[in-house]
């Protein structure tokens, strides 16, 4: 990613967000059904009277209806119902997914803490203030209106435990699916689908869209049903479901194969990988799987000691340098070495990346071995603060003291030449260190990038963008020009390995048809918006302050796009802060990182606490209510 972060003042704008995208367009689909665009979609059956809604209303005109029928709990669609539930409106909301409607203030008092070393990788697009529920439904049930049925199904998929209600009305049937579709065989983002996979024993972290089988089994059963029209929380009415609905599954499915034919996964999870295609793919899939590594080690240079997940380097005099420090059994394996007479002592800690498993225990290792600690440019302010950020792994625990070394810089140590090197492979900050030994091999300790099946791409909340020169096509070109002979060692895989020149151009041209075939499947303009939850992000993502005392906080936009854009933000300022010019707006170059700063005051008399500051975000045609949030602890 290119490092260019500029700062910009917040400036008034003469509209507010809200006035910008006010939503007054009302399409009649039918005699008795109309639809409000906007943000989301708003939904109004009118009988004798009366008023059914489903979604809400984004455009804040209707006074008063009978129920709003929720499919899930996102914060992003479920705002635009708060007002007429809070004017008597019975919010009927899935069973299964009740507390994140009624008890919210509980998950951020919890999730305050609960972000470092989250391996479940759930979106938290979770409400800032519960909502009072009439009536829960689940899978199966009926529910009647104005003498109206109302099946209710199960569409888990795009969130956990989404419902979608079909009603047949005027002579139609419609279904009402929230977010399992947008428009003609689109989805709005894959990032929202990571997930643990049971059957295949794989966790939250390492679940790349596990929840794609369940949103193709969603989108196969409302097919099923035959429907006229369907009307997602987003986006186009269907009027063709049928052709829509076996569209997207296709593109899923492509976008899954290509996925799973160079995953790194593959190489730690073996058979279970073949699991996970059938799950999505079907009894019989078939995956143009990546052969190994054209060269596999049995086992390092007698100069490379895998502990754990992390390599010491020794020297011929016995001294040593560590790479990544992730727990304390690390430090007391080293002692052991030093008792043994083995190596002296640590000359140096190199850190390939933030996540807690290389960090972790930093700090014990410096308090038994006094050295520098090295890092690159691109991961120094998470190492130095991970709670600034919301990423997956994070450790609490700061790096106070850094040796930062610029792209390229070379090192002599002993009888060793280091090159250090940017890699965001894994992670977007990620970092990795050439060794090269006098006259002997050369090993490039990559962190968790690579393994001998492929990359290590499964969580897709790490941000592995798809730019060219960015992500893992700036780590291929970085590989390809490595010396002739370099074996590349990834910490959690014993074998050393290399990619033939053949392999790299594979792996190169997959990812590439890859980002293809998400334009296809994703609304957006570009479709690394579809993969990066963190495209517009608030830092510090976690803020402490006291009451009276006022804090600086900015909002950081990635312009994905090819052009430059304009984001427009609004803040919404939990009660009893305040900050002056709660609106912005800033046009970022592309593929550039810019942030809008904001003074934020915490009233006198604010009690300590967990509060959540959330931003509405308008980007091109996107207008995206609540669509980033902070954390703010008063102590």
Request: proline residues 5%; hydrophobic residues 40%; charged residues 25%.
């Amino acid at each position: 990613m290119r490092n260019l972060i500029s700062t910009f003042t917040a400036v008034l704008l003469v509209l507010s967000l809200a006035g910008q995208s006010r939503a007054d367009d009302v399409v009649q689909l039918s005699d008795h059904v109309s639809l409000t665009t906007g943000p989301v979609n708003g939904v109004v059956i009118e009988k004798d009277n009366a008023r059914l809604v489903i979604y809400g209303d984004p455009a804040g005109n209707i006074k008063n209806a009978d129920m709003v029928l929720f499919t899930h709990s996102r914060r992003d669609v479920v705002w635009a119902g708060r007002q007429l539930v809070e004017r008597g409106a019975t919010a009927v909301v899935p069973e299964a997914d009740v507390e994140k409607f009624t008890d919210v203030e509980r998950f951020w008092e919890q999730f305050a803490t609960r972000r470092f070393h989250d391996y479940a990788q759930q979106g938290t697009k979770i409400l800032t203030k519960s909502l009072k529920v009439g009536r829960t439904l689940k899978a199966g049930e009926k529910l009647s209106w104005q003498g109206i049925p109302i099946e209710v199904m199960g569409t888990p998929g795009y969130t956990r435990r989404a419902l979608s209600y079909l009603i047949e009305i005027d002579g139609l049937k419609y279904a009402f699916v929230g977010d399992i579709i947008y428009g003609n065989g689109k989805l709005f983002d894959l990032y929202s689908l990571q997930d643990a996979v049971a059957e295949a024993k794989i966790g939250g972290y390492h679940g790349w869209a596990g929840r794609m089988a369940e949103l193709i089994g969603s989108l196969q059963k409302v097919a099923d049903q035959k429907c006229d029209i369907l009307v997602p929380v987003r986006g186009p009415v269907i009027r063709n479901p049928a052709e829509a609905i076996n569209l997207l599954i296709e593109r899923l499915r492509k976008v899954y194969e290509n996925y799973l034919s160079i995953s790194a996964g593959r190489w730690y999870f073996k058979d279970n990988y073949d699991i996970l295609a059938r799950r999505v793919l079907g009894p019989e899939p078939k995956v143009n799987w990546m052969p190994w590594a054209e060269v596999i080690k049995d086992k390092p240079p007698e100069w490379t000691i895998p502990i754990g997940n992390s390599r010491l380097i020794i020297s011929k005099d016995r001294c040593g340098f560590l790479i990544d420090c992730g727990s304390r059994s690390i430090v007391n394996e080293v002692i052991k070495l030093r008792e043994a007479g083995k190596v002296t002592g640590l000359e140096g800690l190199f850190i390939t990346h933030y996540h807690d498993d290389h960090t972790n225990d930093v700090a014990a290792c410096l308090a038994e071995f006094d050295c520098p600690v090295y890092s690159t440019g691109r991961g120094v302010d998470i190492l130095k603060n991970p709670g600034k950020y919301r990423l997956p792994c994070l450790t609490p625990n700061p790096i106070a003291k850094l040796n930062v070394k610029p792209e390229a810089h070379k090192m002599r140590w002993k009888e060793f030449t280091f090159t250090f090197h940017d890699f965001p492979g894994q992670t977007i900050y990620h970092a990795a260190l050439l060794v090269e030994k006098d006259n002997a091999e050369k090993i490039f300790f990559i962190g968790d990038s690579f393994t001998p099946s492929g990359i290590d791409d499964y969580c897709l909340l790490n941000r592995n963008l798809m730019h060219e020169q960015m992500g893992y096509l700036y780590c291929l070109d970085l590989v390809r020009r490595m010396p002739p002979g370099t074996l590349l060692i990834n910490e959690h895989v014993v074998e050393p390995f290399a990619f033939s020149a053949g392999q790299i151009d594979h792996i190169t041209a997959t990812l590439t048809k890859r980002k293809a075939l998400l334009a296809e499947l994703f609304p957006w303009d570009e479709p690394n918006y579809g993969i990066d939850e963190r495209w517009i992000r608030f830092s510090p993502y976690g803020l402490k302050t006291k009451p009276g005392r006022t804090a600086q906080i900015s909002l950081r936009a990635f312009n994905h796009s090819n052009g430059s854009r304009r984001f427009a933000v609004a803040l919404n300022v939990p009660a009893g802060f305040l900050v002056e010019h709660p609106t912005a707006a800033i046009t970022v170059p592309p593929l550039t990182e810019q942030q809008i700063e904001f003074n934020l005051r915490a009233g006198a008399s604010v009690e300590p606490g967990t509060y959540v500051l959330t931003a509405d975000v308008r980007l091109g045609e996107w207008n995206l209510a609540r669509w980033t949030e902070a954390i703010i602890e008063i102590e």
